[in-house]
């Protein structure tokens, strides 16, 4: 199997942009149309949206899918047409609760289940595609470029329908939704062709033939396997820890600049541009620092410039220590420079994000082989339990909070205080997880033989 260059992660980073076009629609589009136009209670579509998330606790099995077939090209495509139709099915949902409320609502559940279920297919496999294929040198410069054009297929798709949008009708709302679902499942059908290559035969699991239940059963052992795995068992960890700091604050920033630091709405989401424009000069710092370092290889002082375990660390420790200078603006409102704290912020998360990645798509191959989409799928549905919750327990402990602490400044201080101590431990976290570890040789004199075995068998399978 041939290493990607540089126009296949570019392919890559298509599929990932058409993903996040459609994604973007359910989660902030049609939110917004609930609240604003409906006048829904703005709980249901943080409900639909943490359904949404729930769902994601299917990538495991996703991914192990994958595993057993080889391939992860039907993977990307079955999901991408199961994205598309949750995005049609979630705005005609929408449609219909102004006439029908509770058919709409149920309707709408099925619809971002949908959606939920597409992007695990689909998101897990792509992952998998990257971790195997990209070389090590070019795993930073390469997740930097597939999370850009996510965050551009975000933007663009957001302008384009915002423009389409006006004015407003159920009608317009239904035909733009579709017009993005079914041409980026146009767009994912080019874009694959011949990307992936022939069938792994290396990594494909035997097929099933003990009996119905056989593939549940296989899956939980698989599952467990991965588990098992020290390293893989502890960066799960570090991604549900990591991640539930990194959405915590999102949803408590612009109110917390509005409160305190009097900012207008428009203001305040300046603010969030800013942040934004942090975590893509954090990516391009940490993807400019890979190439340097698999550059100064010859040079053992300058090498770990490059280390995708560094910058996830420290990354880490960087937006503890801007979260806890949030902190202090709580505290010293009149003084505290926010839009530059806001923008080191964002520079941390970005450096930690691209380190993280990078780093998951290292370990993505360590341990028992076979296991690559499992192992995935894991790490996948550990962020999207820690995104669901993030959102929940940041707005929750602010209003908690502000309940029990008159001075706003202080309870937002304190609740600050509290994710940067989260990333504190995810810093920890990452530093332990420490080299690659080696596969697990098998346990008895029977592994060893079934190993041989499976060894020889894939041998008679192999082109």
């Given at each position: 199997m041939r290493p990607f260059g540089w126009f296949d992660v570019f392919r890559v980073g298509l599929l990932q942009a058409c993903l996040g076009a459609v994604v973007v629609l359910t989660t902030s589009t049609l939110n917004r149309v609930m609240v604003v136009e409906l006048a829904l209670p703005a709980l249901l579509p943080g409900v639909l949206v943490a359904l949404h998330y729930a769902v994601q606790m299917a990538r495991p099995r996703m991914g192990y899918g994958s595993d057993v077939g080889g391939r992860r090209t039907p993977w990307i495509v079955g999901g991408m047409a199961v994205l598309g139709l949750g995005g049609i099915v979630a705005a005609l949902a929408t449609t219909w609760m102004d006439t029908h409320p509770l058919s709409g609502m149920l309707l709408a559940g099925a619809g971002y289940a949908l959606v939920g279920l597409g992007v695990s297919a689909s998101g897990t496999?792509?992952?998998?595609m990257l971790a195997k294929r990209v070389p090590e040198g070019r795993r930073a410069g390469a997740a930097t470029l597939v999370w850009m054009m996510m965050i551009a297929g975000f933007a663009l798709t957001a302008g384009l329908a915002g423009h389409w949008l006006e004015p407003y009708s159920p009608a317009r709302l239904l035909a733009v939704s579709s017009s993005v679902?079914?041409?980026?499942?146009?767009?994912t059908l080019v874009v694959v062709h011949g990307l992936e290559g022939p069938r792994d035969h290396a990594t494909a699991q035997a097929p099933a033939s003990d009996g119905a239940d056989a593939p549940a059963l296989r899956f939980r052992q698989a599952l467990a396997e991965v588990w098992d795995e020290p390293v893989a068992r502890r960066f799960t960890i570090f991604v549900f820890v990591s991640m539930l700091a990194y959405s915590a604050q999102d949803l408590i920033l612009e109110p917390f600049a509005g409160s305190v630091f009097g900012f207008s709405p428009g203001a305040s989401t300046q603010l969030s541009g800013v942040q934004?424009?942090?975590v893509l000069a954090g990516m391009i710092l940490v993807a400019l620092a890979g190439a340097l370092g698999a550059r100064w290889q010859a040079r053992p002082w300058l090498r770990h410039v490059g280390s995708l375990r560094a910058w996830t660390v420290g990354g880490c420790i960087a937006s503890a220590l801007a979260l806890y200078g949030l902190t202090l603006a709580g505290l010293e409102a009149d003084a505290w420079p926010l839009?530059?704290?806001v923008f080191?912020?964002?520079?941390a998360n970005g450096a930690f994000s691209i380190g993280a990645i990078g780093s998951m798509m290292r370990l993505a191959n360590e341990g028992?082989?076979?296991r690559e989409g499992?192992?995935?799928g894991l790490w996948g549905a550990s962020q999207a339990i820690a995104f669901g919750l993030g959102g929940l327990i940041g707005t929750a402990a602010s209003d908690i909070a502000r309940a029990w602490i008159a001075e706003l400044g202080t309870a937002y201080a304190l609740v600050f205080?509290?994710?940067?101590?989260?990333?504190?431990?995810a810093a920890i976290l990452a530093w332990r997880l420490g080299a690659p570890a080696r596969r697990p040789r098998p346990a008895s004199a029977e592994g060893a033989r079934l190993d041989l075995s499976t060894s020889r068998h894939m041998q008679g399978h192999t082109p």
């Open positions: 496999s792509l992952l998998v679902s079914v041409l980026a499942l146009l767009v934004h424009g942090g839009s530059t704290n080191l912020l964002g520079v028992r082989a076979s499992t192992r995935m205080g509290l994710e940067g101590s989260l990333f504190v431990l």
